[in-house]
């Protein structure tokens, strides 16, 4: 089962907002009742699917894992290098609108998205 690290002030938003807090979630979750009339967010529609599909496994060493995942946001949070490059008015006007739909500034937005081209994980939609 996956370790889940409490948080009270989501605890408490989901409350508000939800009408359920982490308690009566979990209690739902262990005694078969169907979560999915509360209205969960597409986030947490993801999570309670894949719990259901058992997908979550304990790690092996917690202490290891959660160094090594924090080595990895450090790296990917680091940022010590300036470029400037030129674009295409229309495309940083693009790119401006984006980021303000994604809630971020426009230079995080293109820092995303090179770094997951460099790692592999921005892949090329098919055309429809």
Same mark, same amino acid.
């Given at each position: ?22 308690e ?6 262990? *005694?078969?009742?169907?979560? $999915?009339?509360q /209205?969960?967010?597409?986030? &947490?529609?993801? =999570?309670?699917?894949?719990?259901? #599909? ?21 790296? *990917?949070?680091?940022?010590? $290098?300036?470029? /400037?490059?030129?674009?295409? &008015?229309?495309? =940083?006007?693009?790119?401006?609108? #984006? ?30």
């Amino acid at each position: 089962m996956k370790s889940i690290r409490w948080d009270e002030r989501k605890n408490a938003w989901l409350k508000q907002h939800r009408g359920v807090g982490f308690e009566q979630g979990n209690q739902e979750i262990f *005694t078969g009742s169907d979560m $999915k009339k509360q /209205n969960l967010d597409s986030e &947490e529609n993801a =999570l309670l699917a894949s719990y259901e #599909r058992d997908e979550w496994r304990p790690v092996k060493d917690r202490k290891t894992e959660t160094a090594k995942l924090q080595g990895y946001a450090r790296n *990917t949070l680091h940022k010590n $290098k300036r470029i /400037n490059i030129r674009l295409a &008015e229309s495309d =940083l006007v693009g790119i401006q609108a #984006r980021a303000v739909e994604e809630g971020m500034p426009y230079q995080t937005l293109i820092s995303s998205v090179l770094h997951k081209y460099l790692s592999g994980r921005l892949t090329e939609r098919q055309a429809v």
